[in-house]
């Protein structure tokens, strides 16, 4: 078993890297064609050329061989087996890994880290969470000193572009066929819209952030599937814009990490990320915020991502970010919240809602109405709630008879830059 020591000088060694590449499909054959682009400019910098020793795909290789010969490997097979034996292999070999495989992160992170800890190798996983965007190395690396308090994040293209089609007049299923027909979205979207894919890149990020194990079934989420044209359509006017956030954060002593559907203010460094990018948002009182944003997916940017990690290995050893106390996991937090409700014409129904809201601690911010014969729209945003308060406020209100359909809401992040 090779010790820290040599794991650490593997690009200081001589000859080729060699680089073993489990997986050979969208992500891992545009590695492989990148690496070879590059390989010769690699070598000028890092005093070492890398090579792929050897490929594994269902109908070639042999991942005995490729751990043998590899001084480390890449992981782009996806899912949760072969993916996680082949990577304690390595690591317990004492070779560096390098995955894209947020699923497995998300659930089998602890499991891994601990491995490498162990076997002090690195274990780098870079595209697993926002595609191109280098939010792991800057939460690593730069910000290693620096005491995050909140982290928002637009974690998946595909829901971004179906929102932003949205937001231009598409309902949802216009929105998602066309995410289909440009290739954002995959044939079964079910991952990406219903939060599920977020969700496992929030987990990733929070552990990271604030040292905090985090399994994905830890974290609530909340697609898009629900939302309809003119949820998007009032929020204009009430100078909103709908995004899929995710968000891992300080609340009460403990952690919070949830994905949801969210209003932004046009001030917010998010509501303008639109199409198939991923953007995040680092908050810190020492930092006040940072805006990382880019290429949320596609074979080639996943690619260079994975590269960059495969480059960072073969450098010296980066000091990894300090320990943090565990935070217990917050479920009940405060948030401003968008409702809208379809409701009778009749008069008394707005000061009925008030109330019904305000007995349970919900204050208005501001309300739009639009009559429109015995069904009229009540559009409003709350102050800062508890989402157990306004969950509350909510039923009370879905008992009055002048109600047409069951009320929606869709939390507001009120935060602003500017
Ligand atoms: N695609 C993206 O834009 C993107 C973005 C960010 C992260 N990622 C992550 O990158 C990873 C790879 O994604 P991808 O889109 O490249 O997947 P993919 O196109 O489905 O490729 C998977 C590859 O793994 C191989 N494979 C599957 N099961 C195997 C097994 N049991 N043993 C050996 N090889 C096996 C496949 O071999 P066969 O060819 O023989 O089937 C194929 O070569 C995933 O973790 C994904 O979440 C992808």
Redesign the pocket.
């Known amino acids: 078993m090779c010790s820290r020591a040599q794991a650490a000088g593997t690009g200081a060694g001589s000859g080729p890297f060699q680089v073993g590449l489990?997986?050979?499909?969208?992500?891992?054959s545009a590695f492989a064609q990148l690496l070879e682009e590059r390989a010769e400019e690699i070598e000028r910098f890092n005093g070492r050329r890398p090579v792929i020793s050897g490929v594994?795909?269902?109908?070639q290789g042999s991942f005995e061989e490729i751990l043998s010969d590899a001084d480390l490997l890449v992981e782009?097979?996806?899912g949760i087996e072969?993916a996680r034996e082949y990577l304690l292999r390595a690591i317990a070999a004492g070779k560096d890994v390098v995955s894209?495989?947020?699923?497995l992160l998300s659930q089998h992170g602890e499991e891994l880290f601990e491995a490498a800890r162990e076997h002090r190798v690195r274990l780098r996983f870079e595209?697993?969470v926002a595609?191109v965007v280098p939010v792991v190395r800057v939460l690593e690396e730069s910000l290693s000193a620096t005491p995050i308090e909140r982290i928002h994040g637009i974690v998946n293209g595909t829901t971004n572009f179906i929102l932003s089609e949205m937001a231009r007049g598409s309902t949802y299923a216009e929105a998602l066929a066309q995410a289909q027909r440009s290739g954002y979205a995959e044939a079964d979207p079910s991952d990406d819209v219903s939060g599920r894919d977020a969700a496992a890149k929030m987990a990733i990020l929070a552990r990271l952030a604030f040292g905090t194990p985090v399994h994905l079934n830890q974290v609530r989420y909340e697609g898009i599937e629900h939302l309809q044209g003119d949820d998007l359509q009032y929020a204009r006017e009430l100078g909103l814009g709908l995004k899929l956030i995710g968000t891992a954060e300080r609340r009460g002593g403990g952690l919070s990490v949830r994905v949801h559907p969210a209003f932004l203010y046009a001030g917010h460094p998010l509501a303008s990320v639109s199409g198939p990018y991923n953007a995040v948002t680092v908050e810190s009182e020492t930092i006040t915020e940072i805006t990382m944003s880019g290429p949320g997916?596609?074979?080639r940017q996943?690619a260079s991502a994975v590269l960059g990690d495969v480059v960072s290995v073969m450098l010296p050893v980066a000091a990894p970010r300090a320990p943090v106390s565990r935070l217990a996991l917050v479920e009940d937090v405060e948030s401003a919240f968008y409702v809208h409700m379809e409701v009778a014409d009749r008069p008394g129904v707005l000061g009925a809602v008030t109330q019904a809201l305000g007995e349970r601690g919900v204050s208005i911010k501001s309300v739009l109405q639009r009559g429109m014969g015995e069904n009229a729209r009540l559009v409003m945003v709350t102050h800062l709630a508890l989402e157990s308060s306004l969950n509350a406020a909510i039923e009370r209100v879905g008992q009055f008879d002048f109600l047409r359909s069951a009320p929606r809401m869709i939390r507001v992040i009120e935060e602003e830059f500017t």
């Open positions: 489990l997986g050979h499909g969208t992500v891992g594994l795909t269902r109908a782009l097979i996806g072969p894209a495989n947020k699923q595209a697993a595609g997916a596609g074979g996943t």
